[in-house]
Every structure is written in C-alpha cells, then in structure tokens.
C-alpha cells in the first residue's frame, strides 16, 4: 500500500482515475465504474424471490449476492468498456446493511483490491446517499456547502446538516420506524404486495389526498416517529372493513392517497423547521423513498413557496446502486483515505 500512495499523485496527473464501487448493503447486488466523477457504468441485481416472503430475508439475500457479484461486476467492466487492470481503487459498501450481504461485497473487493494492487475504499451507504449529487449528470444541479439533506429509506430517516463531503451532522432522525416501513407496512395493511411503497405511490397519483385523514404525530425538534401513524392506519381499516368488507377495493386510490399525504407532510414540516434552525435553505434528497413521486413534486414545489433550493437526485440514483458508492470513493481516492484487509464491514455504523 505505501508503494500505492507514493506513486498516486503521479498516477492521477497521467491517467483519468477509474473507481469500481460495489454495494450489497440489503438484497440487490450493484456495481458501478466511475471515471472521475462521471458514471461510465452502472449495473444492479434486484432479488425477486423476496416477494413471496413479504420482505427481504437476510440468508436468501446473502446467497443471492454470491451468486449475482460476479456476472454483475464483469457487466460493469465491459459496459465501462475498461479491464480490471485499467482501474484506479475500489470502493465497496462498509455499512449499514444486512452484516451477510455486507461481508460479500466486502470479501469480493478485499479480494480485487489485493489482486490488482490498488487502493481499497470503505464507504458509508447513507453518505453516498447524500453524495449521490455529486455524480456528473447533465441538467443535473450539485448543491453548495453548507445544506440539508433528507436521507428517507426503509430503515433510515434523517435530517443532515452537511458542512462538506465528509462533514456531516444529523440534526433530526426517527425515533422508531423508517418513512419507508410506514409506506410498505401501510401497503400491507391494505393487501399490496411486497415492496408495497411503490404501489402505495402508484394509487395515490389517482386518489384524493384529503379523503381520509390521519393524525400527525407530535414529536419534538426535528426527529420523527411514524409507528403511531402505522398504528392509526391498522386501527381506521379495520374498524372501516368491519362495516363494509370491500372498503379497501372501493376506497384503494384515496386511502393510498391519503396515507402518502399525511407522510409528505410530517417530512416537510420537519424540514421547515430545520431551515429556520439553520438558516440553510439548500434542501437535497437521497435514499430509496426519494424515488416517491409525491415527495419529489412537493420539494420541487417548494422552491418557489418557501424560496429554498432543492436537489432531487436522478431517479437512478435513488435506490440502492453502485454509483453513488463510487461517488464517495472517488473523494475518498482525491484524499488518500483508504483502508487495507482488516477493515470490518458494519451492520450499523455512525453516518
């Protein structure tokens, strides 16, 4: 390694800097080449036998990225139109995940890094979320230090004050469940199928969104709380298919509607409040619920009601994938922040 380091300064003068990223933080196997901050490749693996299980589980995950690394790395490689002897370091996902799938992709790129002698980089999953804005991309705004980002997915939601790219502070997170468990428990509750968040979206685009409502839960600052939302969904169904047992089919569009406003505005009220606080008024979203096209309509909307500037990734990028990893390998790379085989992957680590 410190023959790496040494001749890297002359490397990177000479030669553009091609980064490989792998992400197999949950049940999709994803790789991605970067050349400089531009994606030249970006390849994913989705699980389908999850489904019939109602979510993802864990041992199925894990040996599904066994299977899946190699073909979908080599499509990389060849999509990049690049050997592996072309690249520059690789950049893999350290964690939060399912600790199973985080040791394949972990193992896969040790192994790589050694292989070719060239840097190995650990990334945070929820940073490259947020750094995912600063992949090259036509008509594709980066956002300016200092903002905020709203990092939403199935097992995160956070405010992040984000002073630079590895400067980042979470100012307000949930205090049980994750915007993307309300939106996929609420589906289950209505009978949809796993993952039922983006059919909750699908119907809401057809129903009222003022048909049914729903109380928002009262917490403090900037942290949120969604288990009680969950709670008054289960409780309003039950008590409504009670009295006509095909409420759910005749009502799907506006209770899916209904649900997914009330979501949005729990989001935004936080996130007003977290621009008063701070003063920032740079708003940017990551994460897989970021793909929600009622959430991106509204942040969009609020450039011109509140005034902020707002960064919606590309919808892409929003889902688990390798590029935003590589991404933050990238800058990792610019910095020389690399590690060596021992480094450990994390089912929960700090952001």
């Given at each position: ?147 905020l980002a709203l990092t939403i997915s199935g097992g995160h939601t956070q405010i992040v004050k984000v002073s630079n790219y590895f400067e980042m502070e979470v100012i307000g997170e949930t205090t049980d469940d994750a915007v993307g ?92 409040l977290a621009v008063k606080e701070t003063g920032i008024n740079r708003i940017a979203i990551g994460g897989g619920v970021s793909a929600n096209s009622g959430i991106r309509k509204t942040l969009k909307e609020a450039e011109s009601k ?27 790379f610019l910095i020389e922040n690399f590690e060596n085989s021992s480094v450990v992957s994390k089912a929960r680590i700090a952001l």
């Amino acid at each position: 390694m410190s023959n790496i380091i040494q001749n890297l300064r002359i490397f990177m003068q000479k030669k553009p800097v091609f980064i490989l990223a792998i992400e197999s933080s949950c049940d999709d196997t994803a790789a991605a080449v970067l050349e400089n901050d531009k994606v030249r490749s970006n390849v994913v693996a989705n699980q389908l036998i999850h489904q019939e299980f109602g979510g993802v589980v864990p041992e199925l995950a894990s040996r599904a990225h066994q299977q899946n690394i190699v073909p979908v790395i080599d499509a990389a490689l060849k999509k990049a139109n690049i050997s592996k002897e072309d690249l520059s370091a690789i950049a893999f996902t350290q964690g939060p995940g399912l600790m199973g799938s985080l040791l394949v992709g972990s193992s896969f790129a040790k192994s790589l890094s050694l292989a070719l002698d060239v840097p190995l980089i650990a990334v945070n999953h929820m940073q490259a979320h947020i750094l995912a804005h600063f992949i090259d991309e036509e008509n594709f705004d980066k956002p300016d230090f200092p903002f905020l980002a709203l990092t939403i997915s199935g097992g995160h939601t956070q405010i992040v004050k984000v002073s630079n790219y590895f400067e980042m502070e979470v100012i307000g997170e949930t205090t049980d469940d994750a915007v993307g468990e309300a939106f996929d428990k609420s589906a289950k509750i209505l009978g949809l199928p796993y993952p039922g968040g983006p059919l909750v979206d699908k119907y809401a685009q057809l129903g009222n969104p003022k048909a049914f409502a729903f109380t928002k839960p009262k917490v403090p600052g900037l942290d949120f709380s969604f288990s009680g939302l969950k709670t008054a969904i289960l409780y309003f169904i039950q008590k409504e298919v009670a009295k006509n047992p095909e409420f759910i089919t005749e009502n799907l569009n506006d209770i899916c509607a209904s649900i997914q406003h009330t979501i949005i505005e729990i989001l935004m009220d936080k996130l007003k409040l977290a621009v008063k606080e701070t003063g920032i008024n740079r708003i940017a979203i990551g994460g897989g619920v970021s793909a929600n096209s009622g959430i991106r309509k509204t942040l969009k909307e609020a450039e011109s009601k509140y005034g902020w500037k707002t960064f919606i990734p590309k919808f892409e990028y929003t889902t688990d994938n390798a590029a935003m990893i590589g991404i933050v390998g990238y800058q990792k790379f610019l910095i020389e922040n690399f590690e060596n085989s021992s480094v450990v992957s994390k089912a929960r680590i700090a952001l």
